[in-house]
Protein backbone atom coordinates (compact mmCIF):
# COMPACT_ATOMS: atom_id res chain seq x y z
CA UNK A 1 0.00 0.00 0.00
CA UNK A 2 1.37 3.29 -0.97
CA UNK A 3 2.08 5.74 2.12
CA UNK A 4 1.08 9.22 2.10
CA UNK A 5 3.99 11.30 3.23
CA UNK A 6 3.01 14.42 5.10
CA UNK A 7 4.67 18.05 5.07
CA UNK A 8 6.25 19.93 7.79
CA UNK A 9 7.58 23.25 8.08
CA UNK A 10 11.00 22.54 10.03
CA UNK A 11 12.43 26.09 10.31
CA UNK A 12 11.94 29.61 9.16
CA UNK A 13 14.16 32.26 8.50
CA UNK A 14 14.26 35.94 7.61
CA UNK A 15 16.39 39.29 6.43
CA UNK A 16 15.23 42.90 6.49
CA UNK A 17 17.80 45.39 5.22
CA UNK A 18 19.49 47.91 7.26
CA UNK A 19 18.23 51.07 5.80
CA UNK A 20 14.72 51.97 7.46
CA UNK A 21 12.29 54.43 5.96
CA UNK A 22 9.93 55.97 8.37
CA UNK A 23 6.64 57.59 7.67
CA UNK A 24 8.64 61.20 8.83
CA UNK A 25 11.01 60.61 5.71
CA UNK A 26 7.94 60.30 3.51
CA UNK A 27 6.45 62.97 4.98
CA UNK A 28 9.79 64.93 2.33
CA UNK A 29 9.03 62.87 -0.33
CA UNK A 30 5.39 63.56 -0.76
CA UNK A 31 2.46 64.97 0.22
CA UNK A 32 1.45 63.04 3.37
CA UNK A 33 1.63 62.78 7.24
CA UNK A 34 2.44 60.43 10.11
CA UNK A 35 -0.40 60.84 11.58
CA UNK A 36 -2.44 59.75 8.17
CA UNK A 37 -0.19 56.99 7.53
CA UNK A 38 -0.45 55.23 11.21
CA UNK A 39 -4.25 55.71 11.30
CA UNK A 40 -5.09 54.66 7.65
CA UNK A 41 -2.45 51.65 7.85
CA UNK A 42 -0.97 51.01 10.76
CA UNK A 43 2.60 51.42 9.36
CA UNK A 44 5.06 53.52 11.26
CA UNK A 45 8.60 52.78 9.02
CA UNK A 46 10.01 50.18 6.43
CA UNK A 47 13.11 48.39 5.62
CA UNK A 48 14.71 49.57 2.28
CA UNK A 49 17.25 47.26 0.32
CA UNK A 50 20.40 49.29 -0.62
CA UNK A 51 20.99 50.04 -4.39
CA UNK A 52 23.52 47.13 -4.55
CA UNK A 53 21.13 44.69 -2.66
CA UNK A 54 18.53 42.42 -4.71
CA UNK A 55 15.84 40.15 -4.08
CA UNK A 56 18.16 37.02 -4.64
CA UNK A 57 20.80 38.06 -2.57
CA UNK A 58 18.07 39.30 0.55
CA UNK A 59 16.26 35.86 -0.20
CA UNK A 60 19.55 33.65 -0.22
CA UNK A 61 20.11 35.48 3.24
CA UNK A 62 17.01 34.71 4.36
CA UNK A 63 17.70 31.08 3.30
CA UNK A 64 21.03 30.71 4.95
CA UNK A 65 19.12 31.26 8.63
CA UNK A 66 16.49 28.84 7.84
CA UNK A 67 18.96 25.98 6.56
CA UNK A 68 20.37 26.90 9.78
CA UNK A 69 18.32 26.36 11.95
CA UNK A 70 17.13 23.31 10.32
CA UNK A 71 20.10 22.01 10.64
CA UNK A 72 20.44 21.70 6.86
CA UNK A 73 23.21 20.74 3.90
CA UNK A 74 22.46 22.72 0.98
CA UNK A 75 23.64 19.73 -0.74
CA UNK A 76 20.33 18.31 0.31
CA UNK A 77 17.98 20.62 -1.06
CA UNK A 78 15.91 18.97 -3.92
CA UNK A 79 14.25 22.02 -5.07
CA UNK A 80 14.18 25.86 -4.24
CA UNK A 81 10.72 27.82 -5.03
CA UNK A 82 10.46 31.37 -4.63
CA UNK A 83 7.81 33.64 -4.58
CA UNK A 84 8.71 37.21 -5.98
CA UNK A 85 6.71 40.19 -7.77
CA UNK A 86 9.98 42.08 -7.63
CA UNK A 87 12.16 39.27 -9.67
CA UNK A 88 16.24 40.06 -10.31
CA UNK A 89 15.44 39.86 -14.07
CA UNK A 90 12.52 38.85 -15.89
CA UNK A 91 14.17 35.86 -16.81
CA UNK A 92 16.07 33.67 -15.28
CA UNK A 93 14.61 33.13 -12.45
CA UNK A 94 15.42 34.29 -8.56
CA UNK A 95 15.28 30.56 -7.53
CA UNK A 96 18.09 30.22 -10.04
CA UNK A 97 19.82 32.66 -8.89
CA UNK A 98 19.61 32.25 -5.44
CA UNK A 99 20.63 28.40 -6.05
CA UNK A 100 24.18 29.88 -7.46
CA UNK A 101 24.47 31.90 -4.18
CA UNK A 102 23.89 28.72 -2.16
CA UNK A 103 25.98 26.17 -4.22
CA UNK A 104 23.08 23.99 -3.87
CA UNK A 105 24.20 22.07 -7.06
CA UNK A 106 21.57 19.14 -6.54
CA UNK A 107 18.94 21.33 -6.46
CA UNK A 108 16.12 22.06 -8.68
CA UNK A 109 14.80 25.42 -9.20
CA UNK A 110 11.81 28.06 -10.20
CA UNK A 111 9.73 30.86 -9.32
CA UNK A 112 6.36 31.19 -8.27
CA UNK A 113 4.03 34.25 -9.24
CA UNK A 114 0.95 34.89 -7.53
CA UNK A 115 1.78 38.62 -6.06
CA UNK A 116 1.37 39.07 -2.05
CA UNK A 117 -0.29 35.63 -1.99
CA UNK A 118 2.91 34.19 -3.17
CA UNK A 119 4.54 32.21 -0.43
CA UNK A 120 0.98 30.24 0.56
CA UNK A 121 0.62 29.37 -3.03
CA UNK A 122 5.05 28.14 -2.62
CA UNK A 123 3.88 26.28 0.57
CA UNK A 124 0.99 24.59 -1.46
CA UNK A 125 3.16 23.49 -4.25
CA UNK A 126 5.80 21.97 -1.45
CA UNK A 127 3.03 19.84 0.15
CA UNK A 128 2.23 18.13 -3.57
CA UNK A 129 6.33 17.60 -3.66
CA UNK A 130 6.66 16.08 -0.27
CA UNK A 131 2.91 14.25 -0.34
CA UNK A 132 3.80 12.48 -4.06
CA UNK A 133 6.67 11.77 -2.70
CA UNK A 134 9.23 13.05 -5.17
CA UNK A 135 11.03 15.31 -3.20
CA UNK A 136 12.30 15.37 0.82
CA UNK A 137 13.98 18.68 1.48
CA UNK A 138 12.11 21.64 -0.17
CA UNK A 139 13.29 25.59 0.29
CA UNK A 140 11.02 28.19 -0.14
CA UNK A 141 11.94 31.78 -0.37
CA UNK A 142 9.75 34.88 -0.08
CA UNK A 143 11.56 37.96 -1.38
CA UNK A 144 10.92 41.32 -2.43
CA UNK A 145 12.49 44.68 -3.49
CA UNK A 146 9.49 46.85 -3.50
CA UNK A 147 11.35 49.82 -3.59
CA UNK A 148 12.48 49.43 -6.99
CA UNK A 149 8.86 49.44 -8.34
CA UNK A 150 7.33 51.94 -5.98
CA UNK A 151 6.48 55.33 -7.39
CA UNK A 152 7.88 57.39 -4.31
CA UNK A 153 6.29 60.39 -6.00
CA UNK A 154 2.48 58.83 -6.01
CA UNK A 155 1.08 58.67 -2.34
CA UNK A 156 -1.11 56.28 -2.74
CA UNK A 157 1.57 53.93 -3.10
CA UNK A 158 4.90 54.48 -1.59
CA UNK A 159 4.29 54.69 1.65
CA UNK A 160 2.98 51.15 1.68
CA UNK A 161 5.29 49.14 0.37
CA UNK A 162 8.69 47.78 2.17
CA UNK A 163 11.69 45.04 1.53
CA UNK A 164 12.83 42.36 2.89
CA UNK A 165 12.59 38.27 2.78
CA UNK A 166 11.69 34.99 4.88
CA UNK A 167 12.61 31.94 4.01
CA UNK A 168 10.82 27.92 4.89
CA UNK A 169 12.37 24.71 4.91
CA UNK A 170 9.76 21.91 4.11
CA UNK A 171 10.52 18.16 5.02
CA UNK A 172 8.96 14.98 4.58
CA UNK A 173 9.27 14.29 8.73
CA UNK A 174 8.71 16.42 11.23
CA UNK A 175 8.94 17.77 14.01
CA UNK A 176 7.30 20.75 12.51
CA UNK A 177 4.61 22.69 11.68
CA UNK A 178 2.36 19.83 9.51
CA UNK A 179 1.03 21.98 6.42
CA UNK A 180 -2.97 20.76 6.58
CA UNK A 181 -5.59 21.87 4.41
CA UNK A 182 -5.19 24.62 1.46
CA UNK A 183 -7.91 26.66 0.05
CA UNK A 184 -6.13 28.91 -3.20
CA UNK A 185 -7.92 30.83 -5.43
CA UNK A 186 -7.49 33.61 -8.17
CA UNK A 187 -9.92 36.35 -10.21
CA UNK A 188 -7.87 37.31 -13.29
CA UNK A 189 -11.17 39.59 -14.25
CA UNK A 190 -9.89 41.87 -11.60
CA UNK A 191 -6.14 42.07 -13.11
CA UNK A 192 -6.15 45.53 -13.70
CA UNK A 193 -6.84 46.69 -9.94
CA UNK A 194 -2.77 46.13 -8.69
CA UNK A 195 -0.25 45.68 -11.48
CA UNK A 196 2.65 46.49 -13.06
CA UNK A 197 1.96 48.07 -16.67
CA UNK A 198 5.35 48.08 -18.54
CA UNK A 199 8.23 45.92 -18.76
CA UNK A 200 6.17 42.75 -20.36
CA UNK A 201 5.67 41.77 -23.91
CA UNK A 202 1.84 44.31 -23.88
CA UNK A 203 4.22 47.25 -23.00
CA UNK A 204 8.03 46.82 -23.61
CA UNK A 205 10.28 49.69 -22.27
CA UNK A 206 10.66 52.76 -24.74
CA UNK A 207 11.16 56.30 -23.57
CA UNK A 208 7.57 57.05 -23.92
CA UNK A 209 6.78 54.17 -20.94
CA UNK A 210 9.58 55.20 -18.56
CA UNK A 211 8.47 59.14 -19.03
CA UNK A 212 4.75 57.90 -18.03
CA UNK A 213 6.16 56.03 -15.37
CA UNK A 214 4.45 53.05 -15.81
CA UNK A 215 7.64 50.95 -14.91
CA UNK A 216 5.87 51.30 -11.37
CA UNK A 217 3.37 49.53 -9.86
CA UNK A 218 -0.38 51.15 -10.22
CA UNK A 219 -2.87 50.19 -7.38
CA UNK A 220 -6.49 50.81 -6.77
CA UNK A 221 -6.24 50.78 -3.15
CA UNK A 222 -10.40 51.45 -2.48
CA UNK A 223 -11.26 48.34 -4.59
CA UNK A 224 -8.53 46.54 -3.66
CA UNK A 225 -9.15 47.22 0.19
CA UNK A 226 -12.55 45.68 -0.52
CA UNK A 227 -11.63 42.54 -2.34
CA UNK A 228 -9.07 41.78 0.01
CA UNK A 229 -11.60 41.60 3.51
CA UNK A 230 -14.08 39.48 1.46
CA UNK A 231 -11.81 37.16 -0.45
CA UNK A 232 -9.44 36.80 2.69
CA UNK A 233 -12.65 36.11 5.16
CA UNK A 234 -13.62 33.26 2.81
CA UNK A 235 -10.72 31.48 2.18
CA UNK A 236 -10.03 31.57 5.75
CA UNK A 237 -13.47 30.32 6.67
CA UNK A 238 -13.40 27.67 4.31
CA UNK A 239 -10.07 26.44 5.42
CA UNK A 240 -11.11 26.39 9.06
CA UNK A 241 -14.66 24.54 7.93
CA UNK A 242 -13.21 22.02 5.91
CA UNK A 243 -10.17 20.80 8.46
CA UNK A 244 -13.11 20.15 10.29
CA UNK A 245 -12.04 22.61 13.05
CA UNK A 246 -14.11 25.53 14.72
CA UNK A 247 -12.71 29.05 14.96
CA UNK A 248 -12.06 29.09 18.57
CA UNK A 249 -9.76 25.82 17.98
CA UNK A 250 -7.24 29.01 15.78
CA UNK A 251 -4.21 29.60 18.02
CA UNK A 252 -2.71 32.26 15.83
CA UNK A 253 -3.80 34.05 12.54
CA UNK A 254 -0.70 34.92 10.66
CA UNK A 255 -2.42 36.86 7.88
CA UNK A 256 -0.49 38.59 5.35
CA UNK A 257 0.59 41.89 5.93
CA UNK A 258 -0.63 44.94 3.48
CA UNK A 259 -2.95 47.14 5.79
CA UNK A 260 -3.45 46.76 10.09
CA UNK A 261 -7.42 47.60 9.54
CA UNK A 262 -7.63 44.68 6.85
CA UNK A 263 -5.83 42.66 9.57
CA UNK A 264 -7.91 44.10 11.92
CA UNK A 265 -11.02 42.48 9.89
CA UNK A 266 -10.07 40.02 8.85
CA UNK A 267 -9.54 38.67 12.96
CA UNK A 268 -13.14 40.31 13.79
CA UNK A 269 -14.84 38.28 11.00
CA UNK A 270 -13.03 34.84 11.59
CA UNK A 271 -13.41 35.62 15.26
CA UNK A 272 -9.89 35.77 16.40
CA UNK A 273 -9.12 37.83 19.61
CA UNK A 274 -6.43 40.43 19.09
CA UNK A 275 -3.52 39.00 21.44
CA UNK A 276 -3.61 35.82 18.99
CA UNK A 277 -3.05 37.64 15.52
CA UNK A 278 0.17 38.17 14.52
CA UNK A 279 1.50 41.74 13.07
CA UNK A 280 4.51 43.32 11.88
CA UNK A 281 3.03 45.85 9.44
CA UNK A 282 3.98 48.29 11.82
CA UNK A 283 7.89 47.97 11.33
CA UNK A 284 8.05 46.53 7.46
CA UNK A 285 4.95 47.65 5.70
CA UNK A 286 3.30 45.56 3.02
CA UNK A 287 6.42 43.46 1.88
CA UNK A 288 4.44 41.15 -0.58
CA UNK A 289 5.38 37.66 -0.89
CA UNK A 290 7.69 38.12 2.02
CA UNK A 291 5.29 39.23 4.40
CA UNK A 292 3.36 36.20 5.42
CA UNK A 293 6.78 34.59 6.44
CA UNK A 294 8.05 38.02 8.20
CA UNK A 295 4.94 37.70 10.71
CA UNK A 296 5.39 33.29 10.76
CA UNK A 297 8.81 33.58 11.79
CA UNK A 298 7.92 36.65 14.54
CA UNK A 299 5.36 33.61 16.27
CA UNK A 300 7.90 31.26 16.29
CA UNK A 301 10.56 33.14 17.45
CA UNK A 302 8.73 34.06 20.30
CA UNK A 303 8.02 30.60 21.30
CA UNK A 304 4.65 31.06 21.72
CA UNK A 305 3.41 27.71 19.48
CA UNK A 306 2.49 24.28 21.67
CA UNK A 307 2.50 20.71 20.53
CA UNK A 308 -0.82 20.55 18.76
CA UNK A 309 -1.66 24.44 17.89
CA UNK A 310 -3.68 25.11 14.57
CA UNK A 311 -2.09 28.16 13.03
CA UNK A 312 -4.63 30.01 10.26
CA UNK A 313 -2.30 31.91 7.49
CA UNK A 314 -3.98 33.92 5.54
CA UNK A 315 -2.87 36.09 2.28
CA UNK A 316 -4.31 38.18 -0.73
CA UNK A 317 -2.56 39.97 -3.43
CA UNK A 318 -2.61 41.19 -7.47
CA UNK A 319 -3.96 38.82 -9.83
CA UNK A 320 -5.84 38.70 -7.70
CA UNK A 321 -4.64 35.83 -6.23
CA UNK A 322 -5.84 34.79 -2.35
CA UNK A 323 -5.29 32.02 -0.41
CA UNK A 324 -5.24 30.12 2.72
CA UNK A 325 -3.92 26.90 5.32
CA UNK A 326 -4.24 25.86 8.31
CA UNK A 327 -0.27 24.48 10.01
CA UNK A 328 -0.45 22.32 12.80
CA UNK A 329 2.49 22.05 15.36
CA UNK A 330 3.56 18.62 15.58
CA UNK A 331 6.38 18.20 18.12
CA UNK A 332 8.54 20.55 19.94
CA UNK A 333 8.90 22.70 17.25
CA UNK A 334 11.28 25.19 18.37
CA UNK A 335 14.25 26.97 15.87
O1 LIG B 1 -0.81 43.65 -0.69
C1 LIG B 1 -2.06 43.46 -1.26
C2 LIG B 1 -2.64 44.64 -1.88
N1 LIG B 1 -2.68 45.87 -1.17
C3 LIG B 1 -3.64 46.17 -0.27
O2 LIG B 1 -4.32 45.32 0.22
C4 LIG B 1 -3.86 47.62 0.04
C5 LIG B 1 -5.33 47.93 0.10
N2 LIG B 1 -5.69 49.33 0.22
C6 LIG B 1 -5.41 50.08 1.32
O3 LIG B 1 -4.74 49.63 2.22
C7 LIG B 1 -6.00 51.46 1.41
O4 LIG B 1 -6.96 51.62 0.40
C8 LIG B 1 -4.97 52.62 1.32
C9 LIG B 1 -4.11 52.64 2.57
C10 LIG B 1 -4.10 52.43 0.09
C11 LIG B 1 -5.69 53.95 1.23
O5 LIG B 1 -6.55 54.13 2.35
P1 LIG B 1 -8.06 54.61 2.14
O6 LIG B 1 -8.64 54.74 3.48
O7 LIG B 1 -8.71 53.66 1.18
O8 LIG B 1 -7.85 56.04 1.53
P2 LIG B 1 -8.40 56.61 0.15
O9 LIG B 1 -7.63 56.02 -1.00
O10 LIG B 1 -9.89 56.49 0.12
O11 LIG B 1 -8.05 58.12 0.31
C12 LIG B 1 -8.70 58.96 1.27
C13 LIG B 1 -8.14 60.35 1.14
C14 LIG B 1 -8.12 60.87 -0.28
O12 LIG B 1 -8.38 62.24 -0.23
P3 LIG B 1 -9.84 62.82 -0.61
O13 LIG B 1 -10.10 62.34 -2.01
O14 LIG B 1 -10.76 62.20 0.40
O15 LIG B 1 -9.65 64.27 -0.47
C15 LIG B 1 -6.71 60.63 -0.73
O16 LIG B 1 -6.31 61.53 -1.73
O17 LIG B 1 -6.76 60.34 1.57
C16 LIG B 1 -5.95 60.88 0.54
N3 LIG B 1 -4.66 60.16 0.55
C17 LIG B 1 -3.64 60.53 1.35
N4 LIG B 1 -3.52 61.55 2.23
C18 LIG B 1 -2.36 61.64 2.89
C19 LIG B 1 -4.28 59.06 -0.15
N5 LIG B 1 -3.03 58.73 0.17
C20 LIG B 1 -2.61 59.63 1.09
C21 LIG B 1 -1.41 59.79 1.79
N6 LIG B 1 -1.32 60.81 2.68
N7 LIG B 1 -0.34 58.97 1.63
Redesign the pocket.
Known amino acids: MMTMHKAYITAVGTYLPEKILSNLD?EKL????DE??IS??GMRERHIARDDEFTSDMGANAARVALDRAGMKVDDIDVIIVATLSPDYAFPSTACLIQSTLGAKNAAAFDIQA??TGMVYAMAVAKSFIESGMYKNILIVASEKLSSITDYQD??????FGDGAAACIVQGEGPGLEIGKVSLGADGDQSTL?LLPAGGCRNPATKETVEKRMHYLK?D??E??RH?VRRMESAAIECIHQSGLKETDIAYLVP?Q??L??IDAIAKRCKIDDDRVIKVVELYG?T?AS?IGLALEKLVVENRIKDKDHLLLVA???GLTWGSLILTARGDFTL
Do not use: E, P, Q, Y
Open positions: LVDTSWIRTACRNTCILLMGKIFAHANRINSSFGA
